[in-house]
């Protein structure tokens, strides 16, 4: 990201300034997971545009930013589209989300990453066994609905910036 647009640095204070008094379900501070998932794009081959994507990937989400500012957000129109496309919105079936997130490019490994963290059997185990299980359950759903069940990466994970992955 360069000229007028915030660079990773700036995205990654912004986010998490803007997440800084929220908690998971854990009660860790929620800028450890936006840490892991920006991390897990970083080392699945994302691109800065994907990485940054993964720092705001639940402000819209979790209300620690708006829509409105992400639209008027000094950022490549890329990002907004991904932080929008892996945006879960109100009352949304599983299957519309998914379907959104396959057909907005750079999105799928955002969420990748994201379920990655999210289904972590580490951070998992510190919750109640029903809570536990009903994630579980959930996270293996939508990992089947975006065809991230086998062990070959769907084509839109593979990135330009890592050539090996073509």
Known sequence: MSGTHLNLAQVEALAREA??????????????????????????????????????HDAIEDDALSARWLAGAALPQEVKDMVLAVTKRPGEELTSYTARILATEGALLIKEADL??????????????????RLAAKYAQVRGLLGLTGGEPPS???????PETH
């Open 116 to 133: 990655a963290h999210n289904a972590d059997p580490a951070r998992l185990a510190v919750l109640e066994e029903p809570t536990r299980t």
């Open 19 to 56: 997440h800084a008094a929220q908690t998971d379900k854990a009660g860790r501070p929620y800028t450890e997971h936006l840490a892991a998932v920006a991390e897990g794009v970083r080392v699945r081959g994302g691109t800065d545009h994907q990485i940054a994507a993964a720092w705001l």
């Open 156 to 162: 839109d994970r593979k990135v330009s910036a890592n």
